[in-house]
């Protein structure tokens, strides 16, 4: 599981045109599933998310996670973090999760994270979707569970 992350001062995401989710203050998250991500990884990284600590304290250090500041979440599906294009010019998506089986397992991820307690928004799976948002910083970090492994 693979996942961009970014501190935003608002996010939102469109389908068709109409506000599909929004948030303020919190974190834009564009998660992608793999062939061999499970529960475990699912729970790695929603939990690594929730813990981040990416806002600034009175300090001016980041030094604080989203439930900290009050802040919500903003998750959107994005197979295309799995493309590898190593090779050629046109991406290889070998290696990202069916989308039958990826249909499947989204329900889950909405689930985890809705069960940290803190504000949730989420794209419409599969749908074609405008992602418009405030990078503030900007801040954005890269997570993947595979590599927790290694």
Known sequence: MRAVVQRVSQARVLVDGQVWGEIGMGLFVLLGLGVQDTEDDLDWLAGKVERLRVFEDEA?????????VGGGLCVVSQFTLFGDARRGNRPSFTDAMSVEAARAFWPRVEHRFLSSGLPCAFGDFQAMMACELVNEGPVTVWLDSAERRT
Do not use: P, Y
């Open 60 to 68: 001016g250090r980041m030094n604080l996670s989203v439930g900290q």
